[in-house]
């Protein structure tokens, strides 16, 4: 199937604009998904690795959501804040311990002691006093240069604590008009999750009328079972994408999501974890052009390999 005609299916678009590809020419050709932003080269998820991505020519950008003790939505990976930020330093007393270990939830703090936090220097001192971008700060650096994809994280335990994640998700792409499939053709969204709960909330809770896209970890035994699972999936997702190594292992598996119209995005993509490949772009490449996945996530935005 030729990639226009596939990603229009994928998207639930007119078929009117199967005829006409030029409609959408951001979906006429493989897609490049910046993880986390270009976060080989700058600081996952802080301005700088969004606009680094941008320079590199990504047609997607990945948000990971977590929701802050005042319900702001912010872009971050962990649930936890010590990873990527000084936390432990400037907030020394609020640790919890969880399993033996100090642990400062995202949850636990308010957007305004957040912002107080360093989320450069663990990566090289000149990304020092980098900040904790909101999702709105994000779209801000984004909307009209590069797709947006977020990824809900932790929804299930975040519901637990009275937060919703997937509404705070859609009132900030409301807000910003990006709430429907088209409503900006310069900055497409997809929202992706690895709950399932988390999509089918999206669309039964929300009213999400967007692409959504279920993301399958290379564990617990997906691998085998995800085959069998495609029909399933197909009921609340309009993609999936598992982990790279479930779809080396059943190549297969890319005709038969393609075959309910499902689309097929692997991750992630970055040097030093290619295995039989000499490097990075050969890995994306064969995923691409031979294994005819439809999107990648690499933390190389430049490496992406162009036609």
């Not at 897609?31 to 080269?41: E, N, Q, V, Y």
């Not at 606009?51 to 047609?59: F, H, I, R, V, Y």
């Not at 990006?178 to 992706?192: S, Y």
């Not at 779809?247 to 039989?276: E, I, M, N, Y």
Request: aromatic share 6%; glycine share 6%; with cysteine.
């Amino acid at each position: 199937m030729r990639w226009h005609v596939f990603l229009l299916v994928a998207l639930n678009l007119p078929s009117s604009l199967v005829a006409a590809p030029e409609v959408l020419p951001t979906f006429t050709k493989p897609t490049l998904i910046a993880h986390r932003g270009a976060s080989a080269d700058a600081p996952e998820h802080t301005l700088a690795a969004y606009e680094l991505a941008l320079k590199q020519g990504a047609d997607f950008v990945e948000p990971d959501l977590q929701l802050t003790k005042d319900g702001v939505l912010v872009c971050l990976h962990d649930s936890s804040l010590e990873r990527t930020t000084n936390v432990a330093e400037v907030f020394p007393d609020r640790a919890k311990e969880v399993k033996g270990k100090k642990t400062w939830p995202v949850a636990d703090f308010t957007l305004a002691e957040i912002q107080k936090l360093d989320a450069g220097s663990w990566k090289a001192a000149k990304f020092a006093g980098a900040k904790v971008p909101t999702f709105q700060q994000m779209i801000d650096a984004v909307k009209g240069k590069a797709g947006i994809i977020p990824e809900t994280k932790a929804s299930e335990s975040q519901g637990k604590v009275g937060m919703n994640l997937e509404k705070a998700l859609m009132e900030v792409l409301k807000t910003n008009k990006l709430d429907a499939r088209g409503a900006d053709p310069k900055t497409p969204v997809i929202v992706q999750s690895f709950s399932a709960d988390s999509l089918r909330a999206l669309r039964k809770d929300c009213g999400c009328k967007l692409p959504l896209v279920y993301l399958i970890r290379d564990e617990d035994g997906a691998a085998q079972k995800l085959q069998r699972r495609l029909k399933e999936i197909r009921e609340f997702a309009d993609g999936i994408a598992p982990h790279k190594a479930i779809v080396l292992a059943q190549p297969g598996l890319v005709k038969d999501a393609h075959d309910l119209g499902l689309s097929v995005t692997v991750w992630t993509f970055r040097v030093g974890l290619t295995g039989k490949f000499k490097d990075v772009r050969e890995e994306m490449a064969y995923y691409l052009r031979e294994l005819k996945v439809d999107a990648v996530f690499t933390d190389h935005p430049d490496r992406f390999p162009r036609e």
